[in-house]
């Protein structure tokens, strides 16, 4: 079970302030960090296969994203635990060997989408997040990690995305062809590792669940003195007070009456008492989700960079 680190001091007011410390907080940081690493490492690899390795561990929430907003009445609790095993680091590597195989350079692809995937893992753990974090071992060991050591909005985020727009550049000029034509027996074993990807997780959600990932099953049913701990959701105001939303779209009622009226996306660490209320033990504000622009700007410029790559072939 993972350990909720709640203080016993309800030291919200000192907690809400936030250090500040770098952070590698969106798509464009990844490129950044993880695009000069990897030239380091592996001298030709393809800057276009790079950046598709710094983002395969986020497809399965992107994915999740996705069905919530096209399929609202989806349990959010499953589909939570589905993409938290799916991003894990063995099924991210499913997902790069899929890929891999359908390039000209299979085994160096792969290599670079393992490296990508790995790094990108131990960039979110060093991140600092309540109820959130990466699992190298799962389905082995379900053991969520994050070492936290940083917020990811503070200033020196823009450092890093100002890096990931550089190194974007610098890969405009390089892109070339992608993906190739493999043969039948490539493009079976690519299916099958697809299949596996995306199957496999299904049977491992109850497991997830009993091991406490994320706070899910707390969240579903929450009892008087369990602990709990958010990542970045809605803190709202209404005419019954302080209320956060969770990822799950369900609306806690929380203790946070004295707290100034502030509408903003906050991280959380308390517990539920009698009601449910949640009593508030730590909060931390992350002043809304500018985040999340260096993200959908690293998206369109991945998509850019291959149909240019697809173009020169």
Aim: hydrophobic share 50%; with cysteine.
């Amino acid at each position: 079970m993972i350990r909720a680190l709640v203080s016993p001091r309800r030291d919200w007011r000192r907690a809400a302030e936030g250090p500040i410390l770098v952070g590698v907080p969106n798509t464009l940081g990844h490129f950044g960090v993880q695009g000069v690493a990897t030239r380091v490492l592996v001298r030709d690899a393809a800057p276009r296969w790079i950046a598709l390795g710094c983002v395969l561990p986020d497809v399965p929430w992107i994915g999740r994203r996705a069905v919530m907003a096209l399929a609202p009445g989806v349990d959010a609790f499953d589909l939570r635990l589905y993409a938290a095993v799916q991003s894990s680091l063995l099924f991210s590597l499913l997902l790069a060997g899929a890929l891999a195989l359908l390039a000209r350079r299979a085994l160096h692809v792969a290599a670079i989408l393992a490296l990508n995937c790995l790094l990108h893992l131990l960039l979110d753990a060093c991140e600092k997040k309540w109820g959130n974090g990466v699992m190298l071992g799962a389905p082995f060991d379900w053991t969520v990690w994050n070492a936290g050591f940083f917020w990811a909005e503070e200033w020196p985020t823009l450092l890093l995305t100002l890096l990931g727009l550089g190194w974007i550049a610098w890969a405009w000029r390089r892109a070339g062809g992608g993906f190739a034509r493999p043969p039948a027996p490539r493009l079976a074993a690519c299916a099958a590792l697809l299949g596996a990807w995306a199957l496999v997780p299904l049977a491992l959600i109850d497991d997830a669940g009993a091991a406490g990932v994320h706070f899910v099953e707390v969240l579903r049913e929450p009892e008087p003195g369990d602990a709990v701990e958010l990542d970045r959701d809605d803190l709202v105001y209404g005419d019954e007070g302080p209320r956060i939303v969770t990822w799950a779209r369900t609306s806690l009622e929380t203790d946070l009456k004295d707290h100034p009226a502030r509408a903003d996306v906050v991280s959380v660490k308390g517990r539920f008492r009698e009601g449910p209320v949640l009593e508030v033990d730590r909060i931390h504000h992350h002043g809304g989700r500018g985040r999340d622009v260096g993200s959908y700007v690293g998206l369109a410029l991945l998509a850019a960079l291959w149909v240019r790559g697809l173009r020169n072939r």
